[in-house]
């Protein structure tokens, strides 16, 4: 194990952090400026790390955005400055369980946050997208917000079984929102997983949002009392899916103004939370505006995963 790093978890696993299992990403802001450079590392890494490239007095004013919410809901231990986002010892987060509840929270923050908005949706980064895909740029219309309480992260998965049915060449940009050492848990990459697409053929292929119309569960699906049959994990045990698959799990500590970018067929997860400091971060999407759009994150009001995205099939 590298003893410079801390014990790290993910899903409750152990990763092996040795250099032949886990590594640093590879910084892209000495090629930011340069978009040849810029598009050939992210063909050969399937991500783009630009350290410090948003305004970081505009994340920490988003920031105030999210905490300001998490306090009004009695979320953080009132003790500590409400920047510091330290969770309540009986807040419950329970909500966040339920896909339509975690819809409903996202939004409350997102919308109402005006430094959040013009973080992803105006200045650096429409113009890093714009100049990336040499077109106008189209961003989805739904900002996943996370705030991530002491717990598991997110399982390992590749976006395009969530959002899939538009442009091949659509992105996600990773914000976060503070300084995340290694033990608050932050993102982390597959190495050269996008470069799995033929291992992972079936995986990839799939959609969180199509079922089986011929199976018990068509009835709750259609009825909306669950919101699916298969939620999009590729595997619940990152390390022995590294082990699979080869390659290394890449994260870094990430500070504020940081943002990490990657398409849809990288497999990516994130570490466990083992603080009681929530962890805050958004997930947003951009595309070429001319290519094709998923509509389920469009427009006022994106059906997202709900009854109107749903597809049947008979299997």
């Known amino acids: 194990m590298n003893t410079t790093l801390p014990r790290i978890f993910a899903k409750g696993h152990e990763l092996d952090t040795s250099p032949h299992a886990f590594g640093e990403l590879r910084r892209s802001d000495d090629v930011v400026n340069d978009v040849a450079a810029l598009r050939e590392r992210f063909a050969a890494d399937g991500y783009l790390f630009i350290p410090n490239f948003l305004d970081p007095a505009l994340v920490r004013a988003a920031r105030a955005g999210i905490t300001g919410v998490l306090a009004e809901r009695n979320l953080l231990d009132p003790a500590y400055p409400a920047m510091e986002a330290v969770k309540r010892?009986?807040?419950?987060?329970?909500?966040?369980?339920?896909?339509?509840?975690?819809?409903?929270?996202?939004?409350?923050?997102?919308?109402?946050?005006?430094?959040?908005?013009?973080?992803?949706?105006?200045?650096r980064i429409l113009e890093l997208f714009g100049a990336f895909f040499a077109d106008a740029v189209r961003h989805f219309d739904f900002t996943w917000?996370?705030?991530?309480?002491?717990?598991?992260?997110?399982?390992?998965?590749?976006?395009?079984?969530?959002?899939?049915?538009?442009?091949?060449?659509?992105?996600?940009?990773?914000?976060?929102?503070?300084?995340?050492?290694?033990?608050?848990?932050?993102?982390?990459?597959?190495?050269?997983?996008?470069?799995?697409?033929?291992?992972?053929?079936?995986?990839?292929?799939?959609?969180?949002?199509?079922?089986?119309?011929?199976?018990?569960?068509?009835?709750?699906?259609?009825?909306?009392?669950?919101?699916?049959?298969?939620?999009?994990?590729?595997?619940?045990?990152?390390?022995?899916?590294?082990?699979?698959?080869?390659?290394?799990?890449?994260?870094?500590?990430?500070?504020?103004?940081?943002?990490?970018?990657?398409?849809?067929?990288?497999?990516?997860?994130?570490?466990?939370?083992?603080?009681?400091?929530?962890?805050?971060?958004?997930?947003?999407?951009?595309?070429?505006?001319?290519?094709?759009?998923?509509?389920r994150w469009i427009g006022e009001n994106p059906i997202g995963h709900g009854r109107a995205a749903k597809r049947g099939m008979i299997c």
Not at 94 to 118: G, H, T, Y
Not at 149 to 177: E, I, N, Q
Not at 206 to 219: G, L
């Open 89 to 123: 010892a009986d807040a419950d987060l329970k909500f966040l369980a339920d896909p339509r509840l975690a819809v409903e929270f996202m939004n409350s923050i997102s919308k109402a946050n005006r430094s959040m908005q013009q973080l992803l949706y105006a200045g």
């Open 145 to 295: 917000v996370r705030t991530m309480g002491k717990g598991f992260g997110t399982d390992p998965h590749c976006d395009t079984v969530y959002m899939g049915r538009g442009s091949s060449r659509l992105c996600t940009a990773w914000v976060p929102y503070g300084d995340i050492a290694y033990e608050i848990g932050g993102l982390m990459v597959l190495e050269g997983s996008h470069r799995q697409t033929a291992r992972l053929k079936n995986y990839l292929s799939r959609d969180v949002d199509t079922y089986c119309t011929n199976r018990p569960e068509a009835e709750k699906i259609e009825s909306g009392r669950i919101p699916w049959k298969w939620g999009g994990v590729l595997s619940n045990n990152p390390s022995s899916l590294r082990e699979h698959l080869g390659g290394r799990w890449l994260s870094t500590e990430y500070r504020m103004g940081d943002i990490l970018i990657f398409g849809m067929t990288t497999v990516h997860a994130s570490l466990d939370n083992q603080t009681d400091f929530f962890r805050f971060s958004t997930d947003t999407r951009y595309q070429p505006a001319s290519e094709p759009v998923d509509e």
